[in-house]
């Protein structure tokens, strides 16, 4: 059974950082491509950004170029979102997805979701 388990969520102040973790368990996940969306309330979700399985191609999203990061350790089975500048609109309940074909913004390229963390930016 596979699960994915999102934590780090909470309130920040605009500005601020915050990072989120995704630990994956009952699949090879070095061989997932891994992905963070995000969904605001009244919102479609949306793609934030991904990385390959070795982690050495990365994708963002044009609203988080500069300020998010992605990353991952596939020894502890784990994806990462640190987040930095953090501004009001990023406020979003955030998930990650893993994909064993594909990747980028479609949701559908995506086998497996985790339950979701919220992040609240105040301003």
């Known amino acids: 059974q596979v699960q994915l388990v999102e934590s780090g969520g909470g309130l920040v102040q605009a500005g601020g950082s915050l990072r989120l973790s995704c630990a994956a368990s009952?699949?090879?996940?070095?061989?997932?491509?891994m992905a963070w969306f995000r969904q605001a309330p009244r919102n479609e979700r949306e793609f934030v950004g991904g990385?390959?399985?070795?982690?050495?191609?990365?994708s963002y999203a044009d609203s988080v170029k500069g300020r998010f990061t992605i990353s991952r350790d596939n020894a502890k089975n784990t994806v990462y979102l640190q987040m930095t500048s953090l501004k009001v609109e990023d406020t979003a309940v955030y998930y990650c997805a893993a994909a064993r074909m594909g990747w980028g913004p479609d949701r559908k390229n995506y086998d497996y979701w985790g339950q979701g963390t919220q992040v609240t930016v105040s301003s």
């Open positions: 009952g699949l090879t996940f070095n061989t997932y491509n």
């Open positions: 990385l390959s399985p070795t982690g050495s191609r990365t």
